[in-house]
């Protein structure tokens, strides 16, 4: 399976928005709604933010909200906090071998 | 509330084989997917394996198809990751979770240290 491709960092200033990109292919995130993304802190476990490409388990801030175009999917944190400084993943179904992939991977930096 | 809690991780040889569990409470197992992902040192993380909550269908990364087999016990709440023929590129914090809706897992457990290593 190949991995969703993401940018690997991303900056913003505090209070900025920040869009993250996810890029499938129609085999996931561009023919499935199971697109989710994930804020993973090292040596913790990842929390999932948005799944079935926009909706927000409870619990999580309506500062994080998720959407699709075509192949690609898309994370935006609005108003940044320096606790949203993170690895973020994206992640889709994929009807390859009917198995799941995660993309590579985005640092976000809080300036 | 959901738990999941994982243990059985080591250092191993290479070749050798080894067993992951995921002890979970706070829910039915039975009507859930449960997934293993894994996270190689300085990494991203990569998807591993999926039962799915009929208990049944099972689906493996190809990286480990042959190799691991994910299982479950309803009766101890627990999900196993048999990896056997293990290698040096299996070195990594294995995490369980558990799916919130299809295809999307939501609870994670902390993980557990898988080394490969001769």
């Known amino acids: 399976q190949s991995a969703l491709t993401q940018p690997a960092s991303v900056s913003g200033s505090p209070g900025q928005s920040i869009t993250i990109s996810c890029t499938g292919t129609?085999?996931?995130?561009?023919?499935?709604?199971?697109v989710s993304w994930y804020q993973h802190h090292p040596g913790k476990a990842p929390k999932l933010l948005v799944y079935?490409?926009?909706n927000r388990p409870s619990g999580v801030s309506i500062r994080f909200s998720g959407s699709k175009s075509g192949n690609t999917a898309s994370l935006t944190i609005s108003g940044l906090r320096a606790e949203d400084e993170a690895d973020y993943y994206c992640?889709?179904?994929?009807?390859?071998?009917?198995?799941?992939?995660f993309g590579t991977g985005t640092k976000v930096t809080v300036l | 509330q959901v738990q999941l809690v994982e243990s059985g991780g080591g250092v191993v040889q290479p070749g050798m084989s080894l067993r992951l569990s995921c002890a979970t409470s706070?829910?039915?197992?039975?009507?859930?997917?449960m997934h293993w992902v894994r996270q190689a040192p300085g990494k991203g993380l990569e998807w591993v394996a999926v039962?799915?909550?009929?208990?049944?269908?099972?689906n493996y990364a190809d990286s480990v198809r042959g190799r691991f087999t994910i299982s479950r016990d309803t009766s101890q709440n627990t999900v196993y990751l048999q990896m056997n023929s293990l290698r040096v590129e299996d070195t990594a914090v294995y995490f369980c979770?558990?799916?919130?809706?299809?295809?999307?897992?939501?609870?994670w457990g902390q993980g557990t240290l898988v080394t490969v290593s001769s």
């Open positions: 979770a558990r799916d919130i809706s299809s295809w999307s897992p939501g609870f």
């Open positions: 706070g829910f039915t197992l039975s009507n859930y997917g």
């Open positions: 039962i799915w909550a009929n208990g049944i269908n099972k």
């Open positions: 129609s085999s996931d995130v561009g023919d499935y709604n199971y």
């Open positions: 079935d490409v926009s």
């Open positions: 992640s889709s179904y994929t009807s390859r071998s009917t198995s799941y992939v």
